[in-house]
């Protein structure tokens, strides 16, 4: 996992990903949902590149926004399923990890409309 400070939304997901088109194409999670992770660990907020999603979001909960189309900087997403926690999070989070995440693991969403996100950009409902 690389941080960037801008990248482009194509319909297949985020430029230089592994991902592909469709419901999962783009996976996003809540800066707040980092604290409590690591909080259920006994530790403090866990790095978002371990839980290996695209988009880090705050001040907005995706949970209220499935099926609705939202607006990341120049690209629209709809918010399709949420983002369970694989096997892997025992091994990134130690024991309990896996556990730690459910329930705060983030949204997978799909493409509607490409465009570029950088960082600081508003995420907001357009639907």
């Not at 783009?26 to 371990?50: F, S």
Request: charged share 20%; net charge positive.
């Amino acid at each position: 996992m690389v941080a960037v400070e801008a990248d482009m939304i194509s319909t297949i997901g985020l430029e230089g990903d592994r991902s592909r088109a469709g419901k999962r194409a783009v996976t996003l999670i809540q800066q707040e949902h980092l604290a409590a992770i690591g909080a259920y660990l006994g530790q403090g907020p866990v790095a978002p590149e371990l839980l290996r999603r695209n988009l880090v979001v705050s001040g907005i909960n995706l949970a209220a926004l499935k099926g609705r189309r939202v607006q990341v900087g120049e690209a629209v997403l709809r918010f399709t399923v949420i983002c369970a926690p694989c096997s892997r999070m025992e091994e990134a989070l130690g024991r309990g990890g896996y556990s730690a995440v459910r329930g705060h693991g983030g949204w997978c969403a799909e493409v509607v409309q490409p465009g570029r996100v950088r960082l600081g950009d508003l995420v907001q409902p357009v639907d």
